[in-house]
């Protein structure tokens, strides 16, 4: 049996919120202070379609704040969750 390693949860789901947080500020600023590099940016994810435009033009700080919370309320509960999934299903076998 070869042997497998668990995943302490809270420690995955705060990394992983960490993360998150780091790279929206990063696009955050971005967005803010150096547009056309943030559009350049955010199309390139998409192979260079022009997704950027989707945006709503005016920036609203409440919306924005209210993203961000959301982006890395988001990315603890998921990270919380997958390793807790992840610690099951491994010592289930």
Not at 1 to 28: E, H, K, Q, S, W
């Amino acid at each position: 049996m070869i042997p497998t390693m668990t995943i302490r949860p809270l420690a995955f789901a705060n990394t992983l919120a960490m993360t998150t947080a780091v790279l929206a500020l990063v696009l955050i600023l971005l967005r803010i202070f150096f547009p056309p590099l943030f559009v350049f940016i955010f199309n390139a994810q998409f192979f260079g379609a022009d997704v950027a435009s989707l945006l709503p033009q005016p920036l609203h700080f409440l919306t924005m704040m209210g993203e961000f919370v959301a982006f890395v309320g988001g990315a603890w509960g998921f990270g919380l969750l997958g390793a807790v999934l992840y610690n099951r299903l491994i010592r289930d076998n």
